[in-house]
């Protein structure tokens, strides 16, 4: 929890109101930089998330920018099925404070924000074990149509991971927490050129994007992405997260820190000349080795698509989300006949024990009748 984070929450809680238009305000959670609030918008009279900017934080210009930028580049996305729908850009609101020595007033300053209101998140889900195979196979084609829609607007999100992926009320997902994300539409500067560490939680970070390549070539981190979904179909089918089972912390650490030190011109020729054999000392989990529950038919499959989605090497990753789809549905084809598979797989077994039934019947009848005949 951020620097007196607790204080700030029930400061911001026993306000009447922020700008007049967000009433009732009540603590929701916290993320690494911001405390975030449910409320009720007077301007349409529904619940939404009101993110505030710690103000522990207001002198790290990298995540105040995060902040600023999460809300704009949701902006330009509003109303995208998909996407948590924005409902208010950053302004600040102030809470002022009596020094308890001096007495003297302090005015605290909190940039913020509002968006949709959801009910909790995929990991909650994972943790909760409560989908069914299809359910995980349906609820991740959602996840794969959201980052799709997002990088068809040149947006790249560089935190995929399944708490990031909210559940609404009405029970659909949608992505969420675009602090890290960066918007290539217009002119960019270079990803990392204000903050020497990768973006987003390393556990679902792809070894490029640890080893800070996108810094020197920004295109590759939209593959960081397919690794990252990866990574998540992973966990949702296990409950395992990916990257502790890949990697160690040292190791993660150690890659960024050495790779961080190759000069920039250098940088990617470096890395593509280690790659492969860091991919083969680094062997994929399979999925169906859990034994989680997915279903013998499709956990094969399930493995394949989740493996293809992470392979190490960049270079050989699927990266097409038609094909991706293609592959689910495959999946989603097989489960559901499954079912049908089995049942006729016992109707066979019975039809087959049946006549082996009615071979011995016939046989002891001929062996009868030979028998009275031969006396």
Same mark, same amino acid.
């Given at each position: 929890? /951020?620097?007196? /984070?607790?204080?700030?929450?029930?400061?911001?809680?026993?306000? *009447?109101?922020?700008?007049?238009?967000?009433?009732?305000?009540?603590?929701?959670?916290?993320?690494?930089?911001?405390?975030?609030?449910?409320?009720?918008?007077?301007?349409?009279?529904?619940?939404? /998330?009101?993110?505030?900017?710690?103000?522990?934080?207001?002198?790290?210009?990298?995540?105040?920018?995060?902040?600023?930028?999460?809300?704009? $580049?949701?902006?330009?996305?509003?109303?995208?099925?998909?996407?948590?729908?924005?409902?208010? %850009?950053?302004?600040?609101?102030?809470?002022?404070?009596?020094? %308890?020595?001096?007495?003297?007033?302090?005015?605290?300053?909190?940039?913020?924000?509002?968006?949709?209101?959801?009910?909790?998140?995929?990991?909650?889900?994972?943790?909760?074990?409560?989908?069914?195979?299809?359910?995980?196979?349906?609820?991740?084609?959602? &996840?794969?149509?959201?980052?799709?829609?997002?990088?068809?607007?040149?947006?790249?999100?560089?935190?995929?991971?399944?708490?990031?992926?909210?559940? &609404?009320?009405?029970?659909?997902?949608?992505? =969420?927490?675009?602090?890290? /994300?960066?918007?290539?539409?217009? *002119?960019?500067?270079?990803?990392?050129?204000?903050?020497?560490?990768?973006?987003?939680?390393?556990?679902?970070?792809?070894?490029?994007?640890?080893?800070?390549?996108?810094?020197?070539?920004? =295109?590759?981190?939209?593959?960081?992405?397919?690794?990252?979904?990866?990574?998540?179909?992973?966990?949702?089918?296990?409950?395992?997260?990916?990257?502790?089972?890949?990697?160690?912390?040292?190791?993660?650490?150690?890659?960024?820190? =050495?790779?961080?030190?190759?000069?920039? =011109?250098?940088?990617?020729?470096?890395?593509?000349?280690?790659?492969?054999?860091?991919?083969?000392?680094?062997?994929?989990?399979?999925?169906?080795?859990?034994?989680?529950?997915?279903?013998?038919?499709?956990?094969?499959?399930?493995?394949?698509?989740?493996?293809? &989605?992470?392979?190490?090497?960049?270079?050989?990753?699927?990266?097409?989300?038609?094909?991706?789809?293609?592959?689910?549905?495959?999946?989603?084809?097989?489960?559901?006949?499954?079912?049908? $598979?089995?049942?006729?797989?016992?109707?066979?077994?019975?039809?087959?024990?049946?006549?082996?039934?009615?071979?011995?019947?016939?046989?002891?009848? &001929?062996?009868?009748?030979?028998?009275?005949?031969?006396?």
């Amino acid at each position: 929890m /951020a620097p007196h /984070a607790d204080n700030f929450f029930t400061l911001i809680e026993a306000r *009447s109101d922020i700008d007049g238009r967000f009433i009732n305000l009540r603590r929701a959670g916290e993320g690494h930089f911001c405390l975030v609030f449910s409320a009720t918008d007077k301007t349409s009279n529904s619940e939404v /998330a009101v993110k505030v900017f710690h103000i522990a934080f207001l002198n790290d210009t990298y995540r105040l920018q995060c902040f600023r930028r999460e809300s704009e $580049i949701l902006e330009r996305l509003k109303d995208n099925d998909h996407i948590l729908d924005w409902i208010a %850009p950053v302004r600040d609101f102030t809470v002022t404070l009596v020094e %308890p020595t001096t007495n003297i007033p302090i005015d605290l300053r909190f940039p913020y924000f509002a968006l949709e209101l959801a009910v909790g998140d995929v990991g909650q889900v994972i943790r909760s074990g409560s989908w069914k195979p299809e359910q995980t196979l349906l609820a991740f084609r959602e &996840m794969c149509k959201a980052v799709q829609r997002i990088h068809r607007e040149s947006v790249c999100h560089r935190d995929i991971k399944p708490s990031n992926f909210v559940v &609404m009320k009405d029970g659909g997902l949608k992505l =969420s927490d675009f602090g890290t /994300a960066r918007d290539f539409k217009g *002119s960019e500067p270079p990803i990392l050129s204000n903050y020497p560490w990768p973006p987003g939680d390393v556990r679902y970070t792809s070894p490029e994007m640890l080893a800070v390549i996108h810094d020197v070539q920004p =295109s590759i981190a939209f593959l960081g992405d397919f690794y990252s979904l990866g990574a998540t179909l992973f966990e949702m089918c296990t409950g395992l997260v990916l990257g502790i089972q890949i990697f160690d912390a040292a190791f993660m650490a150690d890659l960024a820190k =050495s790779m961080n030190a190759v000069d920039r =011109s250098r940088r990617l020729h470096t890395y593509l000349g280690f790659v492969r054999n860091l991919a083969g000392a680094h062997p994929l989990p399979s999925i169906a080795a859990f034994g989680h529950g997915l279903p013998l038919c499709v956990a094969t499959l399930v493995d394949d698509l989740y493996q293809s &989605m992470v392979a190490l090497d960049f270079r050989d990753r699927l990266c097409d989300f038609e094909r991706i789809f293609l592959r689910i549905e495959r999946c989603l084809l097989v489960l559901r006949n499954d079912e049908k $598979i089995r049942r006729w797989r016992e109707r066979r077994e019975i039809f087959k024990r049946n006549r082996e039934e009615k071979y011995r019947r016939a046989e002891a009848r &001929m062996l009868s009748l030979r028998t009275g005949v031969l006396r």
